[in-house]
């Protein structure tokens, strides 16, 4: 069973930058897709960024520049670097993970994390 800790959230100036981790513990797998998504007051959830077990990234359209994923395999720990943070990004983010072969924003995720908030103002 797969298990994903968020940390980094936090208040921050509009134009700042904030890094996200999440890590995992429970599995190993030798593929993998994880990925960020955001819920912000009153919206739906939308998906931010995946990274895929061969390094392919994907991100949403309005995040592509200004938030970068990563991952460090050895640690098991998932990142999202967000620059020019703007009111807009206020949300909770979320990680996610999933053993799909195909991996991008509309995988289907079987283990989430519970979140950290990101509030820009």
């Known amino acids: 069973h797969v298990q994903l800790v968020e940390s980094g959230g936090g208040s921050v100036q509009a134009g700042g930058s904030l890094r996200l981790s999440c890590a995992a513990s429970?599995?190993?797998?030798?593929?993998?897709?994880m990925a960020w998504f955001r819920q912000g007051p009153g919206k739906e959830r939308e998906g931010v960024a995946a990274?895929?077990?061969?390094?392919?990234?994907n991100y949403a359209d309005s995040m592509k520049g200004r938030f970068t994923i990563s991952i460090d395999n050895v640690k098991k720990t998932l990142y999202l670097q967000m620059n020019s943070l703007t009111p807009e990004d206020t949300s909770m983010y979320y990680c996610?993970?999933?053993?799909?072969?195909?991996?991008?924003?509309?995988?289907?995720?079987?283990?989430w994390g519970q979140g950290t908030q990101v509030t820009v103002s």
């Open positions: 996610a993970a999933s053993r799909s072969y195909i991996c991008g924003l509309s995988t289907d995720f079987g283990y």
């Open positions: 429970g599995g190993t797998y030798s593929h993998y897709c």
């Open positions: 990274i895929g077990s061969n390094g392919r990234t």
